[in-house]
């Protein structure tokens, strides 16, 4: 598969709609795999930067991504869970190269995440700041099941809403809700955080 500079004039599409005109990109791309691309870069490239810290490393690493990806296209798509297996390639890929360079998501060295998953985990604010000092919660969040991980760094770390969640992994808000909730107490239950109050249940008029 050959790879070249978009040439000068080229399409938007030619210049890798969104990654840096100083990389190489695809060129005759299949229309669906193109439409995969511009559809799936952004968050691709949002979610390797909050591991790697820079666009530069995000750039890289989602261009080998997409390289693997459209190796194997034709199997992806006959699978029919497009989206799942392509945010496969995406987890083990960012994962080989952390493990590779021996360090930490940036969003665990450069940022606060115990303030992202705030209201999502605890109230308690002392419990909170010890969090942060400490590997404890990278660990946890780290040995989260694949999909549990996904929606947490997408929700609480990239900020995305729910329902685009659901559509860049390619399953129902529900379903993301109900990962969120399964993950947040797996976080609670493993950092020893207190479980959060239950709303009183309103009692019937006749009560």
Do not use: C
């Amino acid at each position: 598969m050959r790879y070249d500079d978009a040439p000068e004039g080229a399409s938007p599409a030619e210049h890798g709609a969104g990654l840096s005109q100083s990389m190489f990109v695809p060129l005759e791309l299949p229309l669906d795999f193109e439409a995969f691309y511009l559809g799936h870069q952004e968050v691709f490239h949002a979610y390797a930067e909050v591991h790697f810290g820079t666009r530069e490393a995000a750039e890289e690493v989602i261009h080998e991504v997409f390289l693997e990806i459209h190796a194997g296209w034709s199997q992806l798509l006959s699978a029919g869970n497009l989206e799942q297996g392509a945010w496969a390639i995406v987890r083990r890929i960012v994962h080989n190269r952390l493990e590779q360079e021996g360090r930490a998501p940036a969003f665990i060295i450069n940022g606060p995440i115990a303030q992202a998953l705030d209201k999502a985990l605890v109230t308690a604010r002392d419990k909170l700041h010890k969090m942060e000092s400490s590997s404890g919660l990278y660990e946890a969040i780290a040995e989260l099941p694949d999909r549990q991980f996904e929606v947490i760094v997408l929700r609480y770390v990239l900020g995305y809403p729910t329902a685009k969640v659901a559509w860049y992994i390619g399953i129902d808000d529900r379903t993301v809700g109900h990962h969120l909730r399964r993950a947040k107490e797996r976080l609670r239950i493993k950092l020893g955080l207190p479980e959060a109050p239950k709303k009183p249940k309103n009692k019937g008029a006749g009560a």
